[in-house]
């Protein structure tokens, strides 16, 4: 069996002719699987797989093959304060919707991700890939854009790499949280200690060895040693650099996408143009520490 792929933008594929839900298991799986993953890497970070049909348990196991899931038995929770939207029969799955039920609950976190971040980059081992499951997508907006962080990384100028060659940048869960989410879902333990962090500015990728930036605005506080003055102008700068449309992907969401995004070399951003419902469900792989 071969996949087909076509490029997404320069950071991404799309990948055609495989049911993940079917093809993954029994013996051809993991040779199948070693494809997909590596066409995910030589693409840059993104994949899409189109057309899928699978449920909670298909989901959790094909994000398993990537690595162990926040909420695996013996492996860290995400954040308290999202504990909420979280599947209740399955803590591995996130729940991204701005869908209420019938008691006027909410079915998963509303407005997830409307500003540019990686995933879980306050946690010393952060989110490495993050597969979001389409289930109900409105009929026009709530595309998601990604940034293609090696590529910004290379356009640097020579004295900005070696500068930041040699800095480490603060990443804390409380950035988030005084500006992305309401205040009284904010759960206080999250401010313990847990989700406060220090990784390098430029990572190096364990498996392509490629270099990112790895500083976001969502969750990056400021560089370590710097006043948060003396930080702002050069994040703000990166932000910017990173964010031109040279290094931008749009993705504009089918229902039964399969989004793979690799947080160590992409940020992203869900675009809050729509009003009509949207429901998706997310796994997270746990990475490694950044270095
Ligand atoms: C996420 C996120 C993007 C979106 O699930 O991590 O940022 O478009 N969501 O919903
Ligand atoms: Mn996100």
Redesign the pocket.
Known sequence: MTIQKKPLGTLGVEITGVDVGRDLSGGNGDNLFGDIRQAWQEAGGLMVIRDQSIDQQQHIDFSRRFGPLFHDDGQPPLQDTVSRYLHPDYPQIYR?SNKVDAKGEPTGRKG??TYWHS?VSFRDRPAQA?I?YAIQIPPYG?D?IFADMAAAYDALSGGMKAMLGNLNAVHDFAVAAATQYAKPVVIDKDFDGANQCVHPIVRTHADTGRKSLYVNPGFTSHIEGFTAEESRPILDHLYKHATQPEFLYRHAWQPHDILVWDNRTLM?Y?VSDYAADRY?E?TTVIGERPV
Request: without cysteine; proline residues 0%.
């Open positions: 991204v997830a991700g995933d993050s979001l709530g998601t992203h869900a998706m997310r």
